[in-house]
């Protein structure tokens, strides 16, 4: 039962475009969502978060946006560059005050984009 | 502040072996997930720890595997007599208490030959 989606296995892009990365989860009980990045070898990277209070998140060239009521969310890279070129994770949690295991991260399958230059 | 560190990056085992795991997290994280990353596959939840508590254990497998976060000293996953499919990269990630984003470290990559 996979409660976060990442419908797009892989993503390429023209340098200087927009990426837009897609995320779907199920679990009405996640209220805070996260995008993290990882190249190969290395861990993933904490890149931007979002809770459920929000719709929308700014970090300088990355913005995650969240649709609730249709529980999707996506990461905007603007404009893209080679250098972002790894796999891209969306994850979600419960908030960390409704404690316990709600506050488990769970990851979709990732989606690998490509900034071609 | 250094991140959150993993050693050894690199673990070979034989079948039937144990592999210990370790998993410093960053100063002042109380909180300790471990997560399995098989080939062309994503981050699979494994355990989630506090301090001298087992929170959540719901992707552990039931046998073989076992896991710890003591008062003092690092987090360590325990997998006693490996077999092949166990061949992964392991990481581990902490947080703050009442924080939700969680820090990962480089990761272990464990080879069973």
């Known amino acids: 039962d996979q409660q976060v989606k990442q419908n797009s296995p892989s993503l390429s892009v023209q340098e200087g475009r927009i990426s837009i990365l897609n995320c779907d989860y199920t679990n009405s009980m996640f209220d805070y969502f996260l995008w993290y990045k990882k190249y190969p070898a290395e861990g993933p990277t904490f890149l931007i978060s979002i809770s459920s209070i929000k719709d929308k998140n700014e970090d300088g060239r990355f913005t995650v946006f969240l649709n609730k009521s249709a529980k999707h969310l996506s990461l905007h890279i603007v404009p893209s560059q080679p250098g972002d070129s790894a796999v891209y994770f969306c994850a979600a949690s419960g908030m960390a005050s409704r404690g316990g295991s709600n506050y488990k991260l769970t990851f979709g399958k990732g989606t690998l984009l490509t900034v071609n230059p | 502040n250094a991140g959150v560190m993993q050693n050894p990056r690199h673990l070979v085992r034989r079948r039937g072996q144990e592999a210990r795991l370790r998993c410093s997290p960053m100063?002042?994280?109380?909180?300790v997930y471990w997560y399995r990353q098989l080939p062309e596959e994503g981050l699979k939840f494994m355990v989630y720890l506090q301090k001298e508590n087992i929170i959540d254990e719901s992707g552990m497998p039931k046998e073989r595997f076992s896991a710890e976060f003591p008062k003092e000293g690092p987090s360590i996953l325990r997998i006693q007599q490996v077999v092949r499919g166990d061949s992964a990269a392991y990481f581990c990630?902490?947080?703050?208490?009442?924080?939700?984003?969680?820090?990962f470290g480089q990761g272990t990559r464990l080879t069973v030959v």
């Open positions: 990630a902490s947080r703050e208490l009442y924080d939700t984003e969680a820090f």
């Open positions: 100063k002042g994280h109380s909180h």
